[in-house]
């Protein structure tokens, strides 16, 4: 063993910081649903920077030193506080804020969201179904993103007021009507939240027939 270690010191070196890099600086999340939709659309492969908010000790939720502060409209991939898997999401509220949604319009401190750009798509599902759908331009507090309804689909259309606490944080998928965010799963602390995704790194489509989406490599997160 001794041997051995000395003859691959390079090799398990590389490894070490290889693997504290993925843990404590950056790491890449797949995107196996389409909650984030037409954000993110499923066989995305994101960017995510775990420095964006917090330091953390590598394989755990325990904050070294804060990084910076979770901006509304920020995708953030999260750990559930349902269940502990890991989520990504649209940050849409934070500590202090009202939240509200009736029918399907977003409210934040009394201020209404506005949709622009409405055109008709399809959602495809299991199977090969599909479903009606609704892409718009979302606006609200400076911030714009493209969100998605399901018409056709039994959802959660109105929610709240809700005001987020200290330290709490209010998710919403982009695909408003597939989506298990904070409707749910309720508010995120933010010893749970593991990083900002920024950029696409890789695509393919998965649904399909798994060849490259090479348009949406190195494409940047709105």
């Excluded at 960017?47 to 953030?76: C, W």
């Excluded at 039994?154 to 998710?171: E, I, S, Y």
């Excluded at 408003?176 to 696409?200: E, T």
Aim: aromatic share 8%; net charge neutral.
């Amino acid at each position: 063993m001794h041997s051995f270690l000395k003859d691959n010191r390079g090799f398990i070196a590389f490894l070490v910081c290889f693997g504290f890099f993925r843990l404590a600086i950056a790491d890449w999340n797949p995107i196996p649903s389409g909650s984030m939709r037409p954000t993110l659309v499923e066989g995305d492969v994101v960017l995510v920077n775990r420095l964006a908010y917090d330091f953390k000790l590598p394989l755990s939720d325990v904050s070294v030193l804060e990084m910076g502060t979770p901006q509304r409209g920020d995708v953030i991939t999260f750990t559930s506080p349902k269940d502990g898997t890991r989520l990504i999401k649209r940050l849409v509220a934070v500590p202090g804020d009202v939240v509200e949604l009736r029918d399907e319009v977003l409210t934040i401190n009394g201020e209404r969201a506005a949709y622009d750009g409405v055109r008709a798509t399809t959602e495809p599902l299991e199977h090969g179904a599909s479903t009606a759908a609704l892409q718009a331009t979302e606006r609200i507090g400076g911030n714009t993103r493209k969100v998605q309804f399901l018409p056709d689909v039994p959802a959660l259309r109105n929610f709240g007021p809700v005001t987020v606490p200290k330290d709490h944080f209010f998710f919403l998928g982009d695909n408003r009507d597939n989506s298990a965010d904070s409707r749910f799963i309720g508010l995120v602390p933010r010893h749970l939240l593991i990083g900002r995704a920024h950029h696409i790194v890789v695509s393919a489509n998965i649904l399909g027939d798994w060849l490259p989406r090479l348009e949406r490599t190195a494409q940047r997160i709105q």
